[in-house]
């Protein structure tokens, strides 16, 4: 058994609305769409145009910079639409499914009688590369590189985040070949990143550290944190439990498959669950008819609540993201509400009287109540980052463009995830994570 890393700091907020564990799985969409954007730092250009007919695991778009690196399609179909926005900047590439157009084929083989150029070149075809990604900035890796090792954890601490016990279950076998194809693509050793009760305790080729605590203990860089801290010039690359997966599928059935397990959450759905899906669903495939009738505005988050995406009915599942919440919008008026006790108000501090119900859950909307204000020392995001920074000082380094202190900081470490709790608590009301990722990409085009 692995030594317990306990985390004190840290906060989890008690939503209402967590998805019962139940799986009902879902027909294919009409129309699947991939989205650049989901990829900080990506220069798209396009490999087909509209009206291809394209099969599962068909090349969509490539990296400007990173040819090799390319992104395919998650079901077999036409190319209906490739939408655009400002200056010609493609935001979607929108399939319309055909159960008849097939897969692309690939290898069928084990990755670990594969050599790591076999299993990167194999990773690289099917478009399975973009699961990858590297510490520091929490980009896509690149194939160039070779990392010190690679983290994976297993489970989410965030707001009604997706049990990955639950979601693997069934699974093991496949997520095992996934790890050993990943085992092959570094020198050093995969780490698991397990809480109690965890089902990949039984996980082989891997080192596992087991973490208790509250959230963000679930987040990878912490845990990165926690166990042996980037240095400067340092590489690790990270992939998403489920997405490990994808890769399992690709080696054991030599194609392609985008089924994704997302859970459907938060507190204005009417019977919060799971469903199985596809990468880039739509939105509506998955909200349709159950949510509840409300006489309030409604907000759709494509991922978490503190980091998840704004988004409509629509538009399509995030590539990364396995739930989409749902939660109140908050733009009715509230009469005195900053007067009010505050009992069925979840409070980061002792605002309001709810901190005498650590137990209780909350529904809880989106509303700012209030606006940017000047920005202060106060000491509250230190009791929420469970790593070796100072959040406050790093945001400022950032905000004055100071290249040596935003190292010296821990810019290295950290990706928007891992402050997220931060912009909730923040009295400032900081947009602490655009801040960061405007950091991440000063560090990027000044050093690479």
């Known amino acids: ?50 009206d291809a007919v394209v099969k599962a695991g068909d090349a969509l778009f490539y990296d400007k910079y990173h040819p090799e690196i390319v992104f395919t399609a998650p079901y077999g179909g036409k190319v209906v639409s490739i939408n655009r926005g400002e200056r010609r900047k493609i935001l979607e590439v929108v399939i319309e499914t055909d159960k008849d157009a097939g897969s692309a084929s690939f290898k069928k083989a084990d990755p670990s009688s594969l050599s790591g150029e076999e299993v990167k070149e194999q990773l690289l075809k099917s478009g399975l590369w973009p699961f990858i990604k590297k510490r520091p900035y929490g980009v896509i890796a690149s194939p160039n590189q070779k990392p010190l090792s690679i983290y994976i954890s297993t489970f989410d601490t965030a707001p ?78 990270t992939v998403n439990a489920q997405d490990v997966l994808f890769i399992g599928r690709l080696f054991e059935t030599g194609s392609v498959d985008f089924s994704r397990i997302v859970a459907l959450a938060g507190s204005e759905v009417a019977a919060p669950k799971y469903y199985q899906t596809l990468v880039g669903a739509p939105v509506a495939s998955l ?107 790093l945001l400022k380094a950032v905000l004055v463009n100071d290249i040596d202190k935003m190292e010296q900081l821990g810019i290295y470490e950290v990706i928007e995830e891992d402050l997220a709790l931060c912009e909730y608590a923040c009295t400032s009301k900081i947009e602490v994570q655009k801040i960061i990722r405007d950091g991440i990409n000063t560090m990027i085009k000044e050093l690479g």
């Open 287 to 393: 909200v349709q008819e159950r949510l509840v009738e409300a006489s309030y505005h409604l907000r759709i988050i494509s991922g978490n609540v503190l980091t998840g995406t704004k988004v409509g009915p629509q538009q399509y599942l995030g590539f990364y993201d396995s739930m989409v919440t749902v939660i109140p919008e908050g733009d009715e008026y509230e009469f005195v509400g900053w007067a009010t006790p505050g009992a069925d108000k979840f409070t980061a501090s002792k605002t309001f009287v709810s901190k005498l119900f650590p137990k209780k859950e909350y529904t809880i909307n989106a509303n700012m109540h209030g606006g940017e204000r000047a920005f202060v020392m106060s000491g509250q995001y230190e009791k929420l980052v469970p790593m070796d920074i100072l959040p406050v000082h």
């Open 160 to 237: 009604l985040a997706p049990d990955y016990n639950f979601v693997i279950n069934g699974q093991l076998a496949t997520f095992q070949t996934g790890v050993n194809a990943l085992a092959k693509l570094t020198e050093g050793k995969v780490y698991l990143g397990v809480n109690k009760d965890s089902a990949f305790t039984g996980v082989k080729n891997v080192v596992i550290n087991t973490f208790e605590g509250p959230h963000p203990a679930g987040n990878v860089g912490v845990q990165i944190a926690n166990t042996k801290p980037l240095n400067k010039g340092e590489v690790v690359w």
């Open 1 to 50: 058994m692995s030594e317990v890393i306990r985390l004190k700091k840290g906060l989890n907020i008690k939503l209402k609305g967590s998805a019962e564990k139940v799986l009902e799985k879902l027909p294919v969409p009409a129309t699947v769409a991939l989205k650049p954007t989901d990829f900080p730092g990506l220069t798209p250009k396009l490999s087909v145009k509209a």
